[in-house]
């Protein structure tokens, strides 16, 4: 009885053994898929979302001519009073950091006709580290005219001048009709932009944004 009982003593921890060795391959099998699954997932190609604010549409041209509009009621407001508003908008915009000071500035200040301009020669950055800086020279003009309730402000005459100051290689001087309407900046479908030409389009679009939404800010209407 002692034999037999000895006997099994000995084949239950085989057993044990046995059985610990076939769920080793299996544990091994799962990590390998998972690990697989994570090196595939770094090579993933990942679709970057485009807000439709910058495609199809969003640069129109006028008579050949890249020309953004802003018109706008102004219930209850003088042609006087919106132009007081406007006028200190494009003040502030003027007396900007990123302007050239020697360029930027107030060119038309009409009241009798409610028609107040500026001609901007700023800096749009593009990209800044501290070893690289990406940015453009932007040139444009905002001419406002206003009546009573009412306001149209254009920005228009863009042009940009990028990268003129390096020996390496040459800069561009361009215009926004030459760079970043739909047909220079946008694929054939419409949904993706140039790899070189999209972030000025991008920029400029902001930028208008900017001012157009602070101009209605300052009237207490929405832009």
Known sequence: M????????????????????????????KQTKTETTERTSLFEKTTKVIDAKYLAGAVPVVNGNVVFTL??????????????????????????PNQVKEMSKVAVDDKASHTVGARLSEWLVFRKSALSLDQTLF?????????????????ERMGYLYEMDRTDTKGMETKAEEWITDEWALNKKGNKLSKYSGKFRCKTIDRKDNIFGRVCKALGVNY
């Open 139 to 155: 040139n444009y003009q905002l001419i406002a005219k206003v009546s009573d309730g009412h306001l149209h402000l254009t920005m």
């Open 71 to 96: 018109d706008k009621d102004v219930p209850g407001m003088t042609a006087d009073q919106i132009y007081d508003k406007v006028r200190d908008v494009l003040a502030e915009v003027v007396a900007e």
């Open 2 to 29: 002692k034999k037999i009982i000895f006997a099994m003593m000995l084949i239950f921890p085989m057993m044990g053994m046995a059985q610990n060795t076939w769920e080793a391959p299996q544990n091994k099998d």
